[in-house]
């Protein structure tokens, strides 16, 4: 399992200045929320020292993240925990519900559109509810978001066809850029996925891997509408993409969880074990 890694932990350091921030954060969506929230600076630094990086690197990227209101540090005796702020953990569960969650559903075959009628600046807010935009006042989706476009004018539009509803889509949406995201994760990890299905992993190996893999996907699916499936290409990356991360993150998942179980430990003890919604990630 070290080759299959070694490239992997390359890829990521590939990418100057090394991130060390953003993987504490997909480490932590990943691993410690779904446990609990809290981790021992020393269970952290076990972990990322086997991504080759160095503490000093990891003991100023956290306090930034603190800084940032991301996180929360304390200290009892010699070591320091750290858990998410009530922000950040709000931040965490929408990632989570994109990263893990299922395909979107079926399409009714009408788009919701809204004028933003002089608001412009709800556009980020809508953005983040789904909504892609057609011009400068006008935001699109393939379905109304709950309390989205609250008091504005609201049309609903319905394509004559397939094609034109795609071109639509291609238009409002970065469809182009998200499918090529996706296609670098495929290249990425499929010796991984061709490796796993043979000989899974063991050990700290697993949640290295585990951690690799969704912090690189996250780098795609985080950028991605989640249209429905008569919305996008018929070739459509992100279907494949999905399927492969599933599929290592189920081999690789009962080896990562028993090395946490041995050796994460927070302010009171072990690591608790993960809530029942973990069983449910890439389920459907």
């Known amino acids: 399992m070290p080759d299959l890694l070694a490239p992997l932990i390359d890829h990521f350091h590939a990418r100057t200045p090394i991130r060390a921030g953003s993987l504490v954060v997909t480490l932590f969506g990943d691993a410690v929320v779904p446990r609990g929230g809290v981790l021992s600076l020393e269970s952290l630094l076990a972990i990322t ?3 080759r990086i160095g503490d000093g690197v990891v003991r100023t990227a956290l306090s930034r993240l603190v800084a940032d209101n991301w996180f929360e540090r304390w200290k009892l005796g010699r070591n320091s925990f750290y858990r998410l702020t009530d922000s950040g953990a709000a931040a965490f569960a929408r990632a989570t519900a994109r990263i893990y969650g299922p395909p979107a559903p079926a399409w009714s075959g009408t788009f919701d559109l809204l004028v933003l009628d002089g608001a412009g600046d709800l556009r980020v807010e809508l953005a983040g ?3 892609g935009s057609l011009g400068p006042d006008l935001m699109i989706a393939a379905m109304p978001a709950a309390g989205a476009g609250e008091g504005m004018l609201r049309l609903a539009a319905r394509p004559d066809d397939a094609v034109t509803a795609r071109r639509l889509a291609a238009r409002a949406w970065p469809v182009a850029e998200v499918a090529e995201r996706y296609v670098r994760f495929d290249a990425t990890f499929a010796a991984a996925g061709a490796a796993v299905a043979a000989h899974p992993p063991s050990g700290l190996d697993a949640l290295v891997l ?4 969704i912090h690189e996907y996250r780098r795609a699916v985080l950028k991605d509408p989640l249209l429905p499936a008569d919305l996008l290409p018929e070739d459509w990356p ?5 399927d492969l991360c599933a599929t ?3 081999a690789v998942a009962p080896a990562a969880e028993a090395w946490l179980d041995a ?3 927070t302010d009171s003890g072990p690591l608790p074990p993960p809530g029942p919604d973990f069983a449910t ?3 459907a």
């Open 281 to 283: 990630r890439f389920a």
């Open 129 to 131: 509810a789904g909504y």
């Open 210 to 213: 585990r951690i690799l893999l």
């Open 49 to 51: 020292r086997a991504f």
């Open 238 to 242: 992100g279907a494949a993409a999905r």
């Open 248 to 250: 290592i993150y189920r």
């Open 263 to 265: 050796n994460a430990t």
